[in-house]
């Protein structure tokens, strides 16, 4: 048995006194029978964790670069994040993909190196709207697949979140039954290009505007094992709801 990860995403929002607030309110309630985990903007990394010590909450990161350390300006590497306290990271969110303008090779390094680094890797995968339409969901979400290698060994230490673009931000979720479909798929890709045993311990959760109210049904799914949540992960009541509909599914 797989055990959920949920995950919130707080991107680009709180201040440093909402964001230690939200942080204190989620270590509070922290479940014991899942894994669960915030990642607030880079700045708040410090007094976040600072805030979390001691409790089963996870400190994660939305970004990082791919180098150790030079003339990278603006840029914040994986031994930075660590020094910090950060336990994961994303690589290949939907918004780097299609706001900030990333490219699938950019990704690729950036997925490794917070593979190699010893930390676990949230890789982000997910389809447009247009690609929905045009049927060329599962031929999408493969080629980004194509961003990881057998390099990254360790099951323990890659998430995969099924992300549809179209459900982020937008209220709109996938339905269970899209859900699933595509996380199989992810399934069998793993088993493909690792081997089953690989496959079967990765966590594939789900991001999309779960909420605490379909968060139950989209984690009934055989191969949906939690949850990467942005806008109903910034009040700790709604974060906590979805985190619960994850220990059920422990249950
Ligand atoms: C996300 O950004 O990863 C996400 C899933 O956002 P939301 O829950 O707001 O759709």
Redesign the pocket.
């Known amino acids: 048995m797989r055990t959920p990860f949920v995950a919130g995403?707080w991107?680009m929002n709180t201040t440093k006194s909402t964001a230690v607030d939200l942080a204190k309110g989620v270590a509070k309630s922290a479940a014991a029978t899942v894994d669960i985990g915030i990642a607030p903007p880079f700045v708040y990394l410090d007094a976040v964790g600072q805030a979390i010590a001691g409790s089963r909450v996870l400190l994660g990161a939305q970004d990082v670069y791919f180098k150790p350390n030079g003339a990278f300006t603006g840029e914040i590497s994986v031994e930075m994040l660590k020094d910090l306290g950060v336990r994961f990271c994303?690589a290949g969110?939907?918004?780097r993909r299609h706001v900030i303008q990333e490219p699938g090779d950019l990704i690729s390094l950036k997925a490794h190196a917070i593979y190699a680094g010893g930390l676990i890797l949230v890789h982000?995968v997910g389809e447009t709207i247009d690609q929905r339409e045009a049927d060329e969901t599962l031929p999408v979400v493969r080629r980004q697949f194509d961003e990881l290698s057998e390099k990254i060994s360790d099951p323990a230490r890659l998430i995969v979140?099924y992300?549809p673009v179209w459900?982020?931000?937008?209220?709109r979720?996938a339905t269970d039954a899209q859900a699933q479909e595509v996380h199989a798929f992810l399934r069998q890709e793993l088993a493909v290009r690792w081997n089953k045993d690989f496959a079967d311990r990765v966590r594939i959760v789900y991001?999309?505007?779960?909420?605490p109210d379909n968060a139950g049904a989209l984690m009934n799914q055989a191969d949906v094992d939690g949850?990467?949540?942005?806008?109903?992960?910034l009040k700790a009541d709604s974060f906590l709801g979805i985190v619960a509909a994850a220990e059920k599914k422990r249950a």
């Not at 459900?167 to 209220?171: E, L, R």
């Not at 949850?227 to 992960?233: D, N, R, T, V, W």
């Open positions: 995403n991107k994303l969110h939907s918004e982000c979140a992300e459900a982020i931000g937008t209220g979720n991001g999309g505007s779960m909420k949850g990467l949540i942005g806008g109903a992960s």
